[in-house]
């Protein structure tokens, strides 16, 4: 696994669990709600060629 997608799930997860907090204090607890399902949405994209290339290589050692 590449080291830069963990440092950019990482990044994205700081920025989210930050801007979460701020809103929340602020009492915006819709818009933070809102703030983290942006932000799983975004690592999930992330994730899809990674998870594309897991079945790929499945695919190819089962011989399916």
């Known amino acids: 696994m590449d080291i830069d997608l963990i440092f950019r799930i990482a990044g994205v997860g700081i920025i989210v669990a930050v801007i979460n907090q701020l809103l929340s204090r ?31 290589t499945v695919r190819t050692v089962f011989g399916l």
């Open 26 to 56: 602020s009492g915006r607890e819709e818009q933070a709600m809102m703030v983290t399902i942006a932000g799983l949405v975004v690592v999930l994209l992330l994730l899809v060629d990674k998870i594309a290339e897991l079945f790929t």
